[in-house]
């Protein structure tokens, strides 16, 4: 009489995980750019653009 086989592992079926990472790389991509947005609409964001566009075009010899 033969031996009863044990049944083979199979894998978990990960189908979603795609899913689930798209939509956190999504959230977290959306909240930097809010977090962006506020830092450059602002009075520290006017100044840091200024200051990068001046230096800039003093590198270039322009400004």
């Known amino acids: 009489m033969p ?24 959230a977290a991509g959306a909240g930097l750019a809010g977090l962006l947005y506020q830092l450059l609409t602002g009075g520290f964001g006017n100044t840091m653009l200024k200051t990068l566009f001046e230096h800039v075009l003093g590198l270039l010899g322009i400004g």
């Open 3 to 26: 031996l009863p086989t044990r049944p083979t592992r199979r894998s978990r079926d990960e189908r979603g995980i795609t899913t689930a990472e798209y939509a956190v790389g999504t």
